[in-house]
């Protein structure tokens, strides 16, 4: 898999690329989702977290998670109208809410 994430415009031209190599080398970016104000939250499978980058692609925050509130092997992501954050934790077997 690769480590870069493209986001792209209507005319499928590139818009920006986030590269995940700096945050982590084994970085493996999956589940992507956009809340109401333009930040991208994308899971990254290989390293355990959340990552939320605001709309310039500049990396705002991480959400790993401590004891039973880890996140193991996320998948996607979703944004509730309520502004919480959903993440499908496949090896927690649960959904974690944010």
């Not at 945050?23 to 290989?46: E, F, H, R, S, V």
């Amino acid at each position: 898999m690769g480590q870069s994430v493209y986001v792209l415009n209507n005319d499928l031209t590139t818009l920006m690329v986030l590269d995940q190599k700096p945050y982590n080398p084994q970085a493996t970016p999956i589940g992507i989702a956009l809340d109401n104000i333009g930040n991208m939250l994308l899971c990254d499978k290989k390293t355990n977290v959340l990552r939320i980058f605001n709309p310039n692609g500049v990396l705002i925050h991480n959400i790993f998670g401590t004891g039973n509130k880890s996140i193991e092997d996320p998948e996607q992501v979703l944004i509730l109208r309520n502004g919480y954050c959903c993440v499908m934790d496949m090896g927690g077997k649960r959904i974690r809410i944010f």
